[in-house]
């Protein structure tokens, strides 16, 4: 019957698919897994305190589309979904000006509290400036948060280097993609059919 002037209608119980009909529908496969790469980076304009363990503040955003960092004196990088990553972080202390320094520190603090697996101490008697780093793998799961502490004892308070500072500290991470799954996006209950070829 032609319903092209009427509007007319057949409706019926069918089992998909059906030959020579075709859904105006598309499916989406999207990976699992996606999480923008984060980097951060410090001018050196922050002050450390004589032994004051102190939260560093990576306030210049290289890139962060996902904007997970928190700036400011608890300063954090937050999880956005379950998974490996894998972080590096910089430090650089200026110069003390004379051969005090004995101790410093660099420890990766997980939802704040110290991860001493993720430590570095160095002995230190110079009066150069010096640099602390940290990298590792770390399992994460969703709103876990990190921060990177600092401690210096030599007698007196230190700035982070600022001759180049952004490139001597900063903090970056990404997520390790480990055997992705693939996920795909539901059909809709009800799907409009297109008549693609004759059929009888």
């Not at 004589?50 to 700036?71: R, S």
């Not at 990088?77 to 910089?90: E, I, Q, R, S, V």
């Not at 921060?147 to 001597?168: W, Y």
Request: a negative charge; charged letters at 20%; glycine letters at 6%.
């Amino acid at each position: 019957e032609d319903f092209a002037s009427t509007d007319g209608y057949y409706s019926w119980f069918a089992t998909v698919p059906i030959t020579g009909w075709g859904s105006t529908n598309t499916h989406i496969v999207t990976p699992s897994e996606s999480v923008q790469p984060a980097r951060y980076s410090n001018a050196g304009d922050q002050e450390i305190l004589h032994n004051v363990p102190a939260i560093v503040n990576f306030d210049d955003k290289d890139y962060d589309d996902d904007e997970l960092v928190t700036t400011g004196a608890s300063w954090k990088w937050t999880c956005p979904k379950d998974g490996y990553y894998h972080f590096n972080a910089l430090a650089t202390l200026e110069d003390t000006g004379s051969d005090a320094m004995n101790n410093v520190w660099m420890r990766l603090k997980k939802n704040g509290s110290v991860t001493h697996y993720f430590e570095t101490i160095k002995g230190v008697t110079t009066s150069e400036e010096f640099g602390l780093q940290l990298s590792g793998d770390i399992k994460l799961t969703k709103d876990d948060y990190l921060q990177i502490e600092i401690q210096q004892n030599s007698g007196t308070a230190l700035s982070l280097e600022s001759s180049d500072g952004a490139s001597r500290n900063w903090f970056s991470i990404h997520k390790i993609h480990h055997k992705p799954t693939l996920s795909a996006i539901p059909y809709t209950k009800w799907q409009k059919k297109t008549m693609v070829t004759n059929v009888t």
